[in-house]
């Protein structure tokens, strides 16, 4: 097979040169293809991308998969004098692209990249910076169809190239119901995903275009003279296309020194992996320019540094390991005077744990028995899952705006028993449930004035953003409208009002007074949770014991009688209680389960918005999406649990002072 730069392998190689080496080879592992909040975005762009062909009823596709085939028939379909093809594929030396849309009128070409992303100005000038130069949040964009212009003009250099991006329009409204239900999701041989249009999605079917185009070539007329950015790199922007091609082609590993985003590098191979013989992309980096052995790998790194911004700078410096560090590369340690660790006492305090070995956690029990005694019985714990379409549900609906479409509640009443009080899920198709999404909510909140808690900002910024959209809705589809507005600023704050049972934000708290080793670099809940767990005998004692579930001591609407969340492994550690969560088709048979369209367990947000994208957007039969619903039902109500035990671990410890 020949090898060609392609649209994904440029875009590899912007991120990272190195990474062009690796991508698509077996051996090297690619966290990415895992990664579930990756593949909902993906999903949507599908959809987005179907939607786009529709507003050109008279485009051709060309289907076919490979390389001469697809040049052969779009080289036809361009011998016309007009034409709109979807798909067309282009080569010029070794690169070679396939275009979204093409529209061929004479020798003019509109270039069209179909992007799911939200755009919400009005035209290319709203993505430039202050300063004129290209927005960091666009870059990536402009310069993908940068590329396929320079592919395009090199191939016809006699064509005038215009090219476009293609994007959700946040001002535009939808004029029709259910715009985003005809476009169906759906696998075939075996995992490629294609979408499937359902109805009319005529001009009339589609009403009002959701999609704007927005012309972008005085943008890459920037990024050919090297103006787009205050910092040009050394190699011009052709040039380096040509440059990555090239080593591509020759299979040659492009050596770039090792820098801060290596953290986030999808080439890193599990020990696990690397027993069975994969191989480790950034790994290989690190050991071939700093001329580490595989026990420097066990030392901690200042990569893994919370929130620390100076890491590059030391990298420069050639400091990579936290025990090289001192407390002038973190900056003003002081402290707060109210108590809280403040960022850089936090960095330096996970620094010293880590270079000392020590494994015991911080916690500031004075700070966090000041804040509890504002605490209002009952306690109340909340966690939603939500997630933003780019193809609006109903009629006066927007692109990507905010879907709620689950929440769980867990109480802690003044006798410190526990309950899993409520829980709200719209898994019916083609529903917008926000607006009974708080209506139920209001309900499990409303009867008395205990405090409400939360873990970061993300239940904050979902209220807020329903009480736009009911501000905007009518009596008439929304009667109770007012008292749903007056609910939703009792318990939330913004930037003209701030509730009197505002939610409290646990993810703040531990931040301020809580750290354990375990936690690493991370304030997830997914982290705190086994680190809680393992600071705190006496949540071992009680969660080892079989006191959860529909009828036990703790009630459960989710989870039959006898379930224990605190398990260890062989070798005595505490097993994640997230990685406790039934198998998604527990007691299904196993032909059955071939047939499903989720693979993978949900275990966090990303799985959640993945599986609720599913439930909406594909042909799921019905014992697959009750099993679903089941899954997600017990998976929120986990995340509140969490929570729970968090707060249980505090008020123990404040309590008996261990």
Known sequence: MPRYLTKSRFKIGLDCPAKVYYTGKSQYPDTSEDDAFLEALAEGGYQVGALAKCYYPDGIEVSERGYDIPLQKTNE????????????????????????????????????????????????????????????GWIDYVYDVAFQKYVITQAYPSWNVHAYLMLADKNSVATVDGLNQKFLLKTVEGERTIVEIVGDVSPDGLGKEVLIRVCVDELIDKIFKGTDSPNPPERGFVDNIHFLADMYERDEKIVVPIHKDCKICEFQAFHEQEQDGKLSGFTECWKQQLNWNDEMFELPRILDIWDFRKKQDLMDSGIYLMRDMDEDHIGDINPCSDGRLTRTERQWLQIRKAVDNDHTPYINIGGLKAEMKSFVYPLHFIDFETSMVAIPFFRGRRPYEQIAFQFSHHVVNADLSIEHKGQYLCDTKGIFPNFEFARKLKAELEHDNGSIFRYAAHENTVLNQIMVQLDDASLGEVPDKEELINFIKSITHGNYHAGTRDMIDLLKLVKWYYYHPRMGGSNSLKYVLPAVLMSSGYLQEKYSQPIYGKNSLIRSLNYDDGRVWLRKDAEGNIINPYELLPPLFEGIDDDQIEQFLMKSNIQEGGAAMTAYARMQFMQMSLVEKNAVSRALLKYCELDTLAMVMLWEYWNHTISYGI
């Open 77 to 136: 379909l361009l011998a016309n004098k007009n034409a709109t093809i979807f798909e067309a594929a282009f080569r010029f030396k070794n690169l070679f692209i396939r275009a979204d849309v093409i529209e061929k009128k004479g020798n003019n070409i509109n270039l069209f990249e179909v992007k799911s992303k939200s755009f919400a100005g009005s035209d290319h000038r709203d993505m430039l910076s202050k300063k004129g130069f290209i927005d960091s």
